[in-house]
């Protein structure tokens, strides 16, 4: 079991909001655009002085995080996707701005874990009188790339073949119909497989999970013994790769039998190492994002980000 009650309770005196959001998002576009308007209404009315920063471009959204900080802000928000919220945080991890989501994008895990409602202007409310917690983080390291964070899980294996082969055009038309279309893709296709190394076992997998959240992609949940503020992680190992295997485990997850599922380990860790077998390329994703292929190790880094949390979450 994690641990729960070890990340620190911080007093902030949060002032100065800066927003970090993605004009594109599927919550922002159109007129949907007013909602954040009406956001920045709900905090200026509780006195809070509130500055804009919209990305230009993608990969934007964490230097524009530090700029921020720079500026004197003391919570950044993140208002979009779990795109926009990875990059912010890759920009601000380490430092003791508080930091939280302000969903408006296609999926937002992170507001379904912690309780915010799905639009920016209703999450306002529930942020004012959050909770500011340090936490730790997910940390991926590639031989010879910089350090990659992720607040939410990471994938390795099929569900990261899913997010490598995302139709963009059609997420933006459709949002999550376009994951579940991917994955569809995928039915009668082999599955590579690859050695993961955890808690002094080698397992031979064709996907892990590698996760600080319950909710996968916001619709259901695979683990099922963490919170986002355990400093280790919740590890679920699948070692079958036919399809039919998968099958019976999705059926598993939604009638909550995953752990007594034949072929299915999950554990608890802080560390986990996944190494490749020959010819058979296995790629990673992390917090919904396609980040390249293994060799890779994931540690949790304890005390990395301090995250406003809404208060009902916060005191459970």
């Not at 308007?37 to 809070?48: Q, T």
């Not at 996907?207 to 259901?220: A, I, K, Q, S, W």
Request: charged share 20%; hydrophobic share 40%; proline share 5%.
């Amino acid at each position: 079991m994690g641990v729960s009650n070890g990340p620190q309770i911080i007093s902030h005196p949060l002032q100065r909001i800066g927003i970090v959001f993605n004009p594109n998002a599927g919550g922002l576009k159109g007129s949907n655009r007013k909602r954040l308007d009406r956001a920045v209404e709900v905090f200026r009315n509780a006195g809070r002085d509130v500055s804009l920063y919209p990305t230009q471009a993608a990969g934007q959204a964490g230097t524009l995080g530090r700029q921020a900080i720079a500026d004197g802000c003391n919570l950044v928000l993140a208002a979009g996707g779990d795109g926009t919220m990875n990059e912010v945080v890759n920009g601000i991890a380490g430092s003791p701005v508080v930091f939280a989501p302000l969903p408006a994008g296609t999926a937002n895990v992170l507001a379904n874990e912690v309780g915010l409602p799905n639009r920016p202007d209703h999450a306002a409310k529930f942020l004012l009188d959050g909770v500011a917690k340090r936490i730790s983080l997910g940390a991926l390291d590639v031989p010879g790339q910089t350090r990659r964070y992720f607040v939410l899980m990471a994938g390795i294996g099929l569900d990261a073949r899913v997010v490598r082969e995302l139709d963009l055009n059609l997420k933006k038309k459709v949002g999550k119909l376009a994951y579940w279309q991917a994955g569809m893709k995928q039915m009668g296709r082999s599955v590579e497989r690859f050695h993961a190394d955890v808690n002094g076992k080698r397992f031979e997998a064709s996907f892990v999970l590698v996760t600080h959240v319950r909710n996968y992609g916001g619709d259901f949940e695979i683990a099922k013994q963490v919170r986002i503020t355990d400093e280790d992680f919740e590890i679920v190992i699948f070692d079958r790769h036919a399809w039919f295997d998968y099958l019976r485990a999705f059926g598993a997850i939604l009638t909550n039998r995953l752990y007594q599922t034949k072929g299915v380990t999950i554990c608890r860790a802080s560390e986990v190492r996944f190494s490749p077998i020959p010819n058979q390329p296995v790629f990673m994703q992390a917090d919904g994002e396609e980040l390249g292929s293994i060799p890779a190790t994931f540690t949790a880094v304890p005390d990395a980000l301090t995250l406003l949390l809404p208060k009902r979450y916060a005191e459970r």
